[in-house]
């Protein structure tokens, strides 16, 4: 049997090994906390208390998928916030799944194509770390700009509903119900929010930072001052609709004016690594020093970092402020 079929073998092996611990129970420790804090909740009087055990409730039965391996995690909390603004019904315990699988698979596809065994790896750790980050990124990208190119149209919708008499609950509920997608997943929250206890502001910044986008702290502060303040709600969220409008146009314009030096950006990027496969599939022997000689070694690692520099460079060059 050859080393490519024993990494694969073994690769293989530790990704089941590692699926079975994470999938294994909570700690015995933890455990305990729980039951403590359960009697607690259980005896509680005050109406505080009765409404933050059941927040916790909620919090538990929101991680009862992810494991004790998860814990281990450096900046656990904002994965796990990362992956919740996607929408989806992921867990973090999936995330690391999907890392190992693609970690595995990578690796063993270039060691089955008869690549150096540093290069499979150094591949198989990119797309293992890259591949999820980025999947879960564009999710998240796409969902906020669905929810941004809908908002103006909810801002609308509770304007009438505010001059029709409504009062501001009322008026998010209406838009929970009649605006499908993430406009109305996210009032939604916020009714579900209100209910439990919170106040509106804090409803409303809870989903501001779950969202992170401007657009809707920018409602944020215009319902908090109104509510401070006083005056005419629906105008000034009239106004605010218009403002929203017109930031939207305005970033097309800016992605229209900036196509051509993004698109030159990934063509100047990926022209080197296009080269390097075309010549490793034509002469695998003409590149392999990059693998074994110490010089080429450092100077494709330099390359790489002065690609990146340049990379970061053309990215700031055509990132634009609105």
């Known amino acids: 049997m050859n080393l490519p ?32 804090a359960m009697v607690k909740d259980r005896h509680a009087a005050s109406t505080e208390a009765v409404v933050a055990a059941q927040m916790r409730k909620t919090i538990q039965s929101g991680r009862a998928g992810d494991s004790s391996l998860t814990n281990l995690l450096p900046r656990r909390e904002e994965l796990e916030k990362r992956i919740r603004r996607t929408g989806k019904n992921w867990t973090l315990t999936q995330y690391m799944f999907a890392t190992m699988i693609v970690f595995v698979v990578a690796t063993g596809a270039m060691l089955v194509v008869r690549a150096p065994v540093l290069m499979a790896g150094l591949v198989g750790l990119l797309l293992s770390l890259g591949l999820p980050y980025l999947v879960v990124g564009m999710t998240i990208k796409k969902r906020v700009a669905a929810f ?58 809870e989903s501001a930072e779950m969202l992170g986008t401007p657009e809707f702290q920018f409602f944020c502060i215009t319902i908090q001052i109104q509510r401070e303040t006083g005056g005419n709600l629906a105008e000034t969220l009239a106004n605010l609709s218009d403002v929203l409008r017109k930031r939207a146009q305005m970033k097309l314009k800016i992605r229209a004016m900036s196509s051509e030096a993004k698109a030159s950006a990934y063509i100047v990027g990926a022209l080197p690594f296009f080269v390097f496969g075309v010549v490793w599939t034509v002469n695998p022997s003409y590149l392999a020093g990059f693998f074994v000689e110490e010089r080429l070694i450092i100077a494709g690692i330099g390359g790489l970092i002065w690609m990146s ?9 055509i990132s634009f402020e609105i």
């Open 148 to 205: 941004n190119s809908r908002f103006p149209d909810a801002i609308d919708l509770l304007v009438r509903g505010l001059k029709s008499g409504l009062p501001v609950t009322e008026t998010f509920q209406v838009v929970s119900q009649e605006l499908p997608g993430p406009v109305g997943e996210e009032f939604k929250g916020v009714i579900e929010r209100i209910r439990i206890g919170n106040t509106m502001e804090a409803a409303l910044q």
């Open 5 to 36: 079929v024993i990494l694969i073998v073994a690769g293989a092996i530790l990704a089941f090994a590692l699926l079975v611990i994470l999938v294994g129970g909570p700690s015995a420790g933890k455990a305990k906390t729980r039951r403590l």
């Open 309 to 317: 520099i340049g990379a970061g460079i053309m990215a700031k060059m």
